[in-house]
Structures are given as structure tokens and as C-alpha cells.
């Protein structure tokens, strides 16, 4: 578990660029660099993760845990190492420690745009060497491109992963290979299942306390739980159900949520701490440090709960002839939606003239020829948005 805290901890005070940049930082450190898992593993996490609702990335994460660690302890290990970098930043934001403005600032984040970019194409070309080799995977993955591109949102991630899946049962069927990264889950069907009922409990009982007990700490809790129950894709797809909660009620005022907004932006880790900064920011109390708590938990519960009700089913499915014919389709199609991301939101949010261009391709090789570690990357790269700001 300590191996586990010291890998994630450094993720996340390194990994910006959002939730597609994550997997690849993730895929980088955990998959090539320390060999925890093999591609066609760590695909399937990704893929089993993208079904669910919730933070995508940080379920990824915490199934990583879950697996290195021998168990829940192992994942919470590994949620506590990524989520509490960028929490507590917000946190400190939200008690007015940090401000985010002037033209250093805005080249920071601009740099930590530019360098999610070479994160995900070093993503998108490794995985589609190793997931898509020949030409019936590489047309899912270009099928699954296009679909992702004419039907934005979470929607078409899932359509893809769905009818990534059905291709593959007619175009990817191989004789039964052994899995190679067998998934040896260290959970039982019986915990899962507990899991599974805890989590559908949270959804229900609390928002029907709520409406004949007079207690805000509840209410908080369950505004926060419903929504990391209800999104899918994660990250900037929470933000309208997190304004209809907070903000609509009076809790959070507008200026005030979209300041938060900002300061998310420029910090490391999934943008589901942002909950944080609202927790501790709402009013009337609990505010504060028990605020934040309580949102940042609430919000990560229900993706973690139903993960780990999933994982104990999930490797049992996986070792099916038919079953990895779809994973093999399903594995391509999670190659053509982040080569769709690629583009839509990392590339046309953060590259907008040749000089962007060209910083994005220098951190590339940085990461892809140079093997330079991600955090020294990151690093060169904000200060290449601070000297592009000042051209």
C-alpha cells in the first residue's frame, strides 16, 4: 500500500490535462514504466471504467490500487495519493490562499494545456500499436473515431464502447488466449455484491431523509452523491449538475462557483475536487474543512462503490472466447475515442497558432523518444506557455 500511496501521490501532483490525460499518465508510469499491469489489461480497466458512471479516471485509478494493493485498502490508498494533491489546493483557494489571474498565470495554465496534448497523443499511439495492430481492430477504432466525433458527449463514448463490442464479435473472434496481466482481483463476489447494494442505498435513502429531516450536512452529502451517481465521462461533464445543485439553491453564489471553476483548471488531478472548493465555500454551515469533506467524499463514493462491486464479475466475463473477442473490439473502439479526444477538447482548447503547435510537439518527443519523465515534461511546458504569453 505504500508503493501504491508513493506512485499515485506523485500522479497527482503531476497529472494535469483532465481525465483522458490521466489515463495517459497512468498508462505511462503504471503500465510501461513499473509494469503493474500489461496494455491489454489496463485497457480493460479503462473500458470496464468508461461503462460506469462516475470520475472515469480516478475509478481506473482506484481499480490500479485495488489490484496492487491487495484490496479496498489498496485502492483508497490510491485515491487518497491522487485526489488529496488538488483537493486541498482548492481547498486553500476557497480560504483566498491562492488567486489565479494575470498574464503568469494564464501562461501556466495555457502551457498545461499544450502539454496534455503530447500526454494523450503518446496515449493514442502507443495503445493503437499494441490494440488496434491489424485491419479489422484499426476500422473499429477509426469507426469508433467518427462516431465520437458526430455525437459528442458522453452518449457517443458509450454507442462507441457498445458497437465496439458487437464488431468485435463478428470481426475480431480468435482461438481462447490465455489473458496475459491476468486480472486477479482481490475481491469477493460477496463484497462486490455489498458494494453494488451500498451504493444504490446512498442513492435513495438520503435524498428521502433529507425531505423530513432539517439537516444541511445531509443535504450537502446527498446533492454531492447524486451527482457523481448520475454523470458519465466525468470532469467537465459533472459541472452543470454540480451549478443545479449548489448554486440554484442558493448554497454557492454564481461568481463565486465560477472563480472555483478557474482555480480547478490549474491544478493537478481529477476535476471532481472541485467539490471541495464548493463544500467549503457553501453556506449555511457545515463549511469549511467539514464542508469539503464531506463533498469530496460524497462525490467519489457512488464511482468507487460501484467499481469495486464490479471488478470481483468483471475478470470471470474477460477469460470468455466471446467475451474477449468483444474486448477486443471494445479495446479498439477506446483507441479511436481517445484519438477523438485528441482533438475535441485537448487539441482545439489548447493549440491555436503554430508556436502552441510547435511546444506540443516538443513535449511529445520529450515523452515518446526522450523517455523524460512526465513531471519534468509538465514542468518545461508551463514555462513554455509563460514564454509564449510574453511573445
Known amino acids: ?129 499494441s490494440l488496434a495492430p491489424d485491419r479489422p481492430r484499426a476500422g473499429i477504432a477509426v469507426a469508433a473515431l467518427f462516431l465520437t466525433v458526430f455525437v459528442a458527449g458522453s452518449v457517443g463514448q458509450l454507442d462507441a464502447i457498445a458497437l465496439g463490442a458487437l464488431a468485435g464479435l463478428v470481426l475480431c473472434r480468435a482461438p481462447p488466449q490465455a489473458q496475459a496481466g491476468h486480472l486477479a482481483v482481490p475481491v469477493s463476489r460477496r463484497a462486490g455484491a455489498a458494494a453494488l447494494v451500498a451504493f444504490a442505498l446512498l442513492l435513495v435513502v438520503p435524498h428521502l431523509l433529507v425531505a423530513g429531516l432539517p439537516s444541511q450536512g445531509l443535504a450537502l452529502f446527498d446533492a454531492f452523491y447524486r451527482s457523481g451517481s448520475l454523470v458519465f465521462g466525468g470532469g467537465h461533464v459533472v459541472l452543470p449538475l454540480l451549478q443545479a445543485e449548489v448554486v440554484a439553491p442558493g448554497w454557492v453564489g454564481p461568481g463565486t462557483f465560477l472563480a472555483g471553476y478557474g482555480a480547478a483548471q490549474a491544478v493537478p488531478g481529477p476535476l471532481f475536487t472541485f467539490a471541495a472548493y464548493l463544500g467549503a465555500v457553501a453556506g449555511p454551515s457545515p463549511h469549511g474543512v467539514v464542508g469539503a469533506a464531506i463533498a469530496l467524499v460524497a462525490i467519489f463514493l457512488p464511482g468507487v462503490l460501484l467499481v469495486y462491486g ?36 485537448v487539441w482545439s482548447s489548447a493549440v491555436g497558432n503554430p508556436r502552441d503547435f510547435a511546444v506540443a510537439v516538443l513535449a ?20 513554455g506557455g509563460v514564454a509564449l504569453a510574453s511573445l
Open 1 to 129: 500500500m505504500g508503493e501504491v500511496f508513493r506512485a499515485f501521490l506523485k500522479l497527482g501532483l503531476t497529472a494535469f490535462g483532465g481525465p483522458i490525460a490521466h489515463l495517459g499518465y497512468f498508462r505511462d508510469e503504471l503500465v510501461t514504466r513499473r509494469r503493474w499491469l500489461d496494455e491489454r489489461g489496463y485497457a480493460d480497466l479503462v473500458a470496464l471504467c468508461q461503462f460506469l458512471p462516475g470520475p472515469a479516471s480516478s475509478q481506473v485509478g482506484f481499480s490500479l490500487g485495488v489490484l496492487r494493493g491487495g484490496g479496498l485498502l489498496g485502492g483508497l490508498a490510491a485515491w487518497a495519493g491522487f485526489t488529496l494533491p488538488s483537493a486541498l489546493l482548492l481547498l486553500a483557494f476557497a480560504y483566498g490562499a491562492a488567486a489565479l489571474s494575470g498574464p503568469v498565470a494564464d501562461g501556466v495554465i495555457h502551457g498545461l494545456k499544450l502539454v496534455a496534448v503530447a500526454v494523450v497523443a503518446q496515449a493514442v499511439w502507443g495503445m493503437a500499436r
Open 364 to 383: 511529445f518527443v520529450l515523452l515518446t523518444v526522450g523517455r523524460v519523465a512526465p513531471w519534468i515534461v509538465v514542468a518545461l511546458t508551463a514555462l
Open 310 to 345: 464490479t471488478l470481483p464479475y468483471w475478470d470471470a466475463f474477460r477469460t470468455r472466447p466471446l467475451a474477449q473477442a468483444a474486448m477486443r473490439g471494445t479495446n479498439a473502439a477506446v483507441v479511436g475515442i481517445l484519438g477523438s479526444a485528441l482533438y475535441d477538447p
